[in-house]
């Protein structure tokens, strides 16, 4: 017998961690968040990619996310280093704590969400726990993947394969997006993430996981914001800083809670 859903999450991990390499978005993080250092809470931290270069750059970093595979491959990245913790937590369900300058909701975690409840309803909930987790005066920064023609980007019929490869326990497989459609009435998202792995014995495992997603308008982040008493300080498209337009592809905010 052998744990079907483990040997899937630790290869999912191990090749986020060979894939995710890009540092543009890390970098354009540290420059907005700027000096001196802040105490971070960082939501679905994943393995660290922003999490570790935040607490090299001196700022107290905290991290939740409820993939211990993921969260696992921290350690090694920040041995030596007091400045930076993290615990597994689903960010929905669970506590996120309080007193924090900074709470980051980037890697376009408003799409990456993995909740039971309504997809909308969750995200509305990330901005009021972040309203509740930080300090008067504190700032939310957002990146999120963004357009304005969500149908373009989402309605992609057949399989894209996002990571192909072997871990280190050798089982090879690929991951993949299968079927994606956008309902632009109800601007929702659906697609079935799907796993083949090969393991080193032979042994074939395959999952199917049917997704929904909620595609936020910049409006409704807006919305949100002002909803949970905070101010738009900086808001850009891209990280050459253009403002969000039909030629950019991001949605990178930094608001400040009154
Ligand atoms: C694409 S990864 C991004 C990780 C990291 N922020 C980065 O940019 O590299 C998305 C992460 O969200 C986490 N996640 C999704 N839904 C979550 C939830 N409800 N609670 C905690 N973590 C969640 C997943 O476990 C995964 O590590």
Known sequence: MFNEKAILAKWNAEMYDLNEREIDDVEFALSVIG??????????????RFLVPMAKAGHMVTGLDFDEYMLNKIQAKSAKMNNINWRKADVIRDEWGSGFDVVMLAGNFLFNLIS???????????????????????????????????????????EIAIWEGTDSSGNTGR????NSTFD??????QFTRSFKLTLNDGHIITE???????????????????????????????????????????????????
Request: aromatic share 12%; with cysteine; hydrophobic share 40%.
């Open 35 to 48: 000096g001196p250092p802040k105490k971070i809470l960082e939501i679905a931290c994943g393995s660290g």
């Open 116 to 158: 039971d409840m309504d997809y909308e309803e969750a995200q509305q909930l990330l901005f009021r726990k972040a309203a509740h987790a930080l300090v008067p005066g504190g700032n939310v920064y957002i990146d999120c993947a963004y357009t304005m023609y969500p149908e373009v980007w989402f309605n992609k019929p057949g």
């Open 175 to 178: 991951m993949s997006l299968v």
């Open 184 to 189: 632009k009435e109800r601007q929702i998202i």
């Open 208 to 258: 199917d996981i049917p997704s929904v997603k909620h595609f936020a308008t910049l409006e409704q982040i807006h919305t949100w914001l002002s909803a949970n008493g905070f101010i738009v300080q900086e808001e850009y498209g891209d990280y050459n800083r253009n403002p969000i337009s039909e030629n950019t592809n991001r949605a990178i905010i930094w608001a400040r809670k009154i």
